[in-house]
């Protein structure tokens, strides 16, 4: 950049070499091309900021995106252990059931006949979520799951 001193002596030597007039119109001339020259800076400034904020949004909707596929493959890992936790579930119930071994038919005798005990009904899990049995939520039953 120039000085002002610079500048005045540029200005002192075109005024001596060029006249007056010239150097009036060149000075003119200048100014304008200056002035231009300042705008279109100030514009190509403004723009790389845009496109830099523009830039920082994509780049976060893209970590955004990466986060989501996580997410979605923490979901179907959980549903495989849910699923396997469930079948294991069941093969110990099959199992407890096998080992007690079928119920004696009733005795006929004199005494009197006890009440029967009812049977402790099975909890069976249908998929990954989703229980039968008399303890199983229903899904319109929002007290049950307390909330």
């Known amino acids: 950049m120039l000085s002002f001193g610079q500048i005045v002596v540029i200005i002192l ?7 007056p007039q010239k150097t009036h119109k060149l ?13 279109y800076l100030r514009n190509l400034t403004e723009e790389l900021e845009r496109e830099s904020g523009t830039s920082e949004a994509f780049k976060e909707l893209r970590e955004l995106r ?3 596929g996580e997410l979605r493959k923490n979901v179907v890992n959980l549903e495989r252990e849910m699923t396997d936790v469930t079948r294991k579930i ?3 119930a ?3 059931d096998e080992q007690a071994g079928p119920k004696p038919a009733p005795a006929e005798t004199d005494a009197p006949a006890a009440e029967p005990t009812e049977a402790k009904p099975k909890v069976r899990a249908i998929g990954p979520g989703r229980v039968t049995g008399p303890h199983a939520v ?4 929002a007290s ?3 909330g």
Do not use: F, I
């Not at 030597?13 to 006249?19: H, I, R, T």
């Open 13 to 19: 030597v075109a005024l001596v070499v060029l006249g």
């Open 27 to 39: 000075v003119r001339e200048v100014g304008r091309w200056v002035g231009r020259s300042r705008a």
């Open 66 to 68: 990466n986060q989501a």
């Open 90 to 92: 069941n093969e110990v």
């Open 94 to 96: 099959d199992a407890k």
């Open 138 to 141: 229903k899904s319109g039953d």
């Open 144 to 146: 049950q799951r307390g």
